[in-house]
């Protein structure tokens, strides 16, 4: 069973590791602000200028002042700290990011992501997501594996015009988390229910499977 945006976003959270400075891109990435672990502390970056973001408000909690990059309303972390876009983008420009999660259009087998454009359809735009890839250690993209006809969305070349080259080190889906090395996707885990046949048939890149593929779980 193909994963829902929720549970997309459980298992990147499960990626965070104490002490990490990360920035959270539009859509699924921002869910995972929701779901940090217990036990660690990691500071959310957002490009608009607040580092330090918590989860999303309840309805008693919202500020229609306390934005995230996607204009969504959300809650400020204890030693949350506010500041221009010109310094949240030297921050990011600067390599003190440890890790981006990004969503994506198309990922190609040699780390090549394209994210900010379809040709003839209207989108929001590059915004951040050019410094964001160049500037952080370690990026993640979360996407769907194949578009709504079905055709793979993981490919051996990005048809697509590029937001970065050879810098995503793992995809994960709603069907498999992935890591990119040395010019293809190795699969790590899939999706509860989902078998390795079926990734395979919706990956039209290079996939490498060794031995048994463990489901993923999300503790």
Request: aromatic share 4%; with cysteine.
């Amino acid at each position: 069973m193909a994963l829902s945006r929720e549970q997309i976003a459980k298992r990147v959270a499960m990626e965070l590791q104490d002490g990490y400075y990360v920035n959270l891109g539009i859509g699924i990435p921002t869910l995972v602000a929701n779901y940090v672990p217990d036990g660690i502390e990691v500071m959310l970056q957002s490009e608009n200028g607040l580092l330090g973001m918590g989860p999303y408000p309840s309805a008693d909690q919202v500020d229609a002042d306390m934005i995230n990059a996607g204009k969504e309303t959300v809650t400020a972390a204890t030693g949350a700290a506010i500041f221009s876009s010109a310094e949240s983008f030297a921050m990011i420009r600067g390599g003190h990011v440890d890790l981006t999660v990004l969503g994506a259009f198309e990922v190609d087998q040699n780390g090549n992501i394209a994210s900010w454009m379809i040709p003839k359809k209207l989108v929001k735009g590059m915004g951040g997501a050019m410094d964001l890839v160049a500037g952080a250690k370690n990026i993640i993209c979360t996407m769907t594996h194949a578009n709504k006809h079905g055709e793979s969305k993981l490919l051996t070349e990005c048809s697509l015009p590029l937001t970065g080259v050879g810098c995503i080190n793992k995809v994960i889906t709603d069907l498999a988390l992935l890591e990119i090395k040395d010019g293809a996707f190795h699969l790590l885990e899939r999706a509860p229910g989902v078998s390795v046949d079926e990734i395979i048939a919706k990956t039209q890149g290079k996939l490498i499977v060794s031995g048994d593929v463990p489901e993923m779980t999300f503790s």
